[in-house]
């Protein structure tokens, strides 16, 4: 987990110690092809190079950073709560996975890390991501590579783990996923993955399970709402922490106190009396009370500006002050 000294955001590095590179367009040339690759499910590439502050020559390779999250198979069969395996799940993956070699194959790239452990899980479980990407294409850019073939592999290594999913929960001893009934279609995208000899493409092996993508895009969306609802609650929040900052800016400033404007007879003395009145309640008895739905409702009109009048009260009671919540926006804004 490392810190940029460019953009200040979080990132994973992987560094692989004592790499055998001697020329810059062995890191430079794999890392700018990966950079093209943009996919919700693969792990996007930020930076690689070589450095010698280890001691050794080192291949350090730079990805976004996805916190809390963990590998498919430290979700489904190591964690200590573990997220049983449905039948939706397995089409999720697929078709997530499916997606990643789309657009990996589509630059001309493979991915050779279709595994377990490289595919990691973030957020609620479903949502998957391929990682570590572009490191075997770095420390493998001298040799003579057959990209189709080993995009041939990628569909062989998808049919793989997803079959050793399969066959793991067949093995497990928890009772809530033994009775998982893998249904025929499935079957006829593993044996189309595992065991058909011709040459597979993206087309062809979507063309499967066509219907099965609309439901996971439906459960995506659906996640995408709910998202954006408790998202929306969030922007009130800070607009109101916004108007908070901007009261407590100029409220009870040093140099205030012998400001004229801000005396009783100064144009800024509403200020005073609205703060007292929104955070400074009282009681029938005089005792000092918290209600936070006033302090909310004041707030959000106040932000709107809106055009109702209140009365403002000063401590001892001798003097008051009629206005309006848009008239006080302006005073504050102006101040």
């Not at 790239?109 to 957020?123: M, P």
């Not at 572009?134 to 003579?144: K, P, R």
């Amino acid at each position: 987990k490392v810190f940029s000294n460019s953009d200040g955001k979080i990132y994973i590095m992987r560094r692989i110690h004592d790499v055998n590179v001697t020329e810059a367009t062995q890191v430079s040339r794999p890392f700018q092809m990966w950079q093209k690759v943009s996919c919700a499910n693969v792990v996007k590439i930020k930076d690689a190079f070589i450095t010698r502050a280890f001691n050794d020559s080192s291949l350090c390779v730079v990805h976004e950073y996805f916190p809390q999250s963990s590998s498919l198979y430290e979700t489904h069969f190591v964690n200590f709560t573990l997220t049983p395996i449905t039948q939706d799940y397995l089409w999720a993956y697929l078709v997530q996975l499916t997606n990643a070699l789309k657009e990996v194959h589509s630059q001309n790239l493979s991915i050779n890390v279709l595994g377990w452990d490289k595919v990691i899980v973030t957020g609620e479980p479903g949502r998957i991501k391929v990682s570590d990407c572009g490191v075997y294409d770095i420390l493998h850019s001298l040799e003579s590579r057959d990209i189709e073939e080993e995009q041939q592999k990628d569909f062989e290594e998808l049919g793989k783990l997803l079959n050793g999913l399969v066959t793991k929960i067949a093995s497990s001893k928890d009772t809530s996923t033994q009775d998982l009934k893998v249904d025929s279609d499935f079957k006829i995208v593993l044996d189309y993955l595992l065991l058909n000899d011709h040459k597979k493409n993206v087309g062809e092996l979507a063309s499967l399970f066509t219907d099965r993508i609309l439901s996971v895009v439906s459960s995506l969306q659906t996640h995408v709402e709910c998202t954006e609802a408790y998202l929306s609650r969030e922007l009130e929040n800070g607009r109101l922490f916004r108007l908070m900052c901007k009261l407590n800016f100029i409220f009870g400033r040093t140099e205030s106190r012998v400001d004229i404007n801000w005396s009783e007879s100064g144009e800024k003395f509403p200020i005073i009396l609205f703060y007292d009145y929104v955070f400074h309640q009282v009681d029938e008895a005089g005792k000092s009370i918290m209600d936070l739905t006033h302090v909310l409702r004041c707030l959000n009109k106040l932000d709107a500006g809106v055009t109702e009048k209140i009365m403002l009260v000063t401590p001892d009671e001798m003097n008051c002050i009629i206005i309006s919540y848009k008239e006080l926006k302006d005073l504050i804004d102006s101040t």
